[in-house]
């Protein structure tokens, strides 16, 4: 059973930045994506981004392309995936979700992801 663990989550002024990551452990499988979605109070979850394990073109959200970047670090034994998020706007506040899932294709819909982290808060103030 694959674990993701979110961290990075707080508390922003709208303008600002912040960097969530996530770690994955327990995988079983060689080639996969990870990405993150997000939860407003009230709204369903919504497709953020995504990455193929090995690099490529990530996919983005209309609402986040160019203020949020998905990445892993050069060196990534422990299948960590970061969501770098600049220029936040009070819109952006939800619940940011980790997932993974087996294969190589991007994905954006979340019943297209078996494993969820426990979410992480995100709050941009304005």
């Known amino acids: 059973q694959v674990q993701l663990v979110e961290s990075g989550g707080g508390l922003v002024q709208a303008g600002g930045s912040l960097r969530l990551a996530c770690a994955a452990s327990?995988?079983?499988?060689?080639?996969?994506?990870m990405g993150w979605f997000r939860q407003a109070p009230g709204k369903e979850r919504e497709f953020v981004a995504s990455r193929r394990h090995n690099g490529g073109r990530p996919l983005y959200a209309d609402s986040v392309k160019n203020r949020f970047t998905i990445s892993t670090p050069i060196a990534s034994a422990n299948d960590t995936v970061y969501l770098q998020m600049n220029s936040l706007k009070p819109d952006d506040t939800a619940v940011y979700y980790c997932?993974?899932?087996?294969?190589?294709?991007?994905?954006?819909?979340?019943?297209?992801?078996?494993?969820w982290g426990q979410g992480t808060q995100v709050t941009v103030s304005s």
């Open positions: 327990r995988r079983t499988f060689n080639t996969y994506v």
């Open positions: 997932v993974i899932r087996e294969g190589i294709v991007l994905k954006s819909a979340p019943f297209d992801y078996p494993w």
